[in-house]
Nanobody, 115 residues
């Protein structure tokens, strides 16, 4: 059973940076696409960024140029470096793993950006 544990959330001023990390366990990490999603209060969960098992990367338009997703296949982690944070980036951030016909979610980590 795949387990995902997110760490690194917190409170930061606008313009600041945070780095989120997702620890993957329970299966072969290199066979999964890894992604980050976020959900603000009262809104639907939205896609943020993805790094595929072949290390192709994509971003939503709202974070492109500010966020960087990466994966470390030796450590079984997928990180999200977030720079130039804005108050509208405030949300719970969720790690997602997709592969072998299944999708898994972490429990989420809160990011709050003050103006």
């Amino acid at each position: 059973q795949v387990q995902l544990v997110e760490t690194g959330g917190g409170l930061v001023h606008a313009g600041g940076s945070l780095r989120l990390s997702c620890a993957f366990s329970g299966s072969s990490f290199t066979t999964y696409h890894m992604a980050w999603y976020r959900q603000a209060p009262g809104k639907q969960r939205e896609y943020v960024a993805m790094v595929t098992k072949d290390e192709n990367i994509s971003y939503s338009n709202s974070v492109k140029g500010r966020f960087t997703i990466s994966r470390d296949n030796a450590k079984n982690t997928a990180d999200l470096q977030m720079n130039s944070l804005k108050p509208e980036d405030t949300a719970a951030y969720y790690c997602n793993a997709a592969g072998r016909g299944r999708t898994y979610w972490g429990q989420g980590t809160q990011v709050t950006v003050s103006s």
